[in-house]
């Protein structure tokens, strides 16, 4: 863990509060989601997926269905943005697993200050989902910041800086917890779980 005081404790959440199990194949995941709602997709379909339909600058979260879109409206099919929305989201939904220890961090984070949840995400609606199916209670986070939200994935800096506002800090009094060392330990301040288990921190935070 770095050193510093702190007034405030973000969570990342694939991998760290939860674990799922994501698609092996995205682009046939998500076929065979837009075709249970009946949304035409092109014979190409898996090249469509695989192109690039817009620049993104470094740092930047695009957002699946965005993509999604933009690849079905490349070969002349324009679905409602509602519907693909819900195809893309269906398509990435599994079983939620809470990992041990983070209802007990989650409720020790409360003794710093002001906690929440910085993911990086593309699927839109998907974070906030998985933790209201999750055990935890989604209403001990006093903000959930995304990357397709916020518009900047870690470790770019503007993605912590989203989460230290949403809390009403500043990032170098934000400590951030994460399972990624490249990702989560671009925090000004972090610590990973190799370094300390969720039931270590709030132990720590608990003063035990």
């Known amino acids: ?21 994501q698609p092996d194949d995205p ?12 949304i ?12 690039p339909h817009r620049s993104v600058e470094p740092g930047r ?8 879109s933009a690849a079905l409206s490349s070969r002349g099919i324009d679905p409602p943005d509602s519907a693909v929305r819900d195809a893309v989201l269906a398509a990435f939904e599994s079983p939620v697993r809470t990992r041990d220890g983070a209802g007990e961090a989650v409720a020790a984070a409360e003794h710093v200050g002001s906690v929440g949840v910085c993911s990086n995400c593309s699927v839109p609606g998907l974070v906030e989902r998985s933790l209201e199916r999750s055990a935890l209670d989604p209403g001990r986070f006093d903000a959930v910041v ?11 800096r503007r993605a912590f800086e989203a989460v230290a506002d949403a809390l009403g800090t500043a ?3 934000l400590l951030h917890v994460g399972d990624d060392p490249e990702a989560d330990g671009a925090a000004p301040e972090s610590v990973l779980l ?3 288990s969720l039931s270590e921190l709030a132990g720590r935070w608990r003063g035990d």
């Open 1 to 21: 863990m770095h050193a510093g005081s702190h007034d405030a404790v973000s969570f990342d959440c694939f991998g760290t509060l939860l674990s799922v199990d």
């Open 194 to 196: 190799s370094e300390r």
């Open 61 to 68: 979260e695009q957002s699946l269905v965005a993509h999604v």
């Open 171 to 173: 990032p170098a009094d």
């Open 146 to 156: 995304t990357s397709v939200g916020c518009g900047w994935r870690k470790p770019d």
């Open 27 to 38: 682009a046939a995941a998500i076929a065979e989601s837009l075709a249970s709602r009946g």
């Open 40 to 51: 035409e997709r092109p014979d190409d379909w898996e090249r469509a997926y695989a192109m």
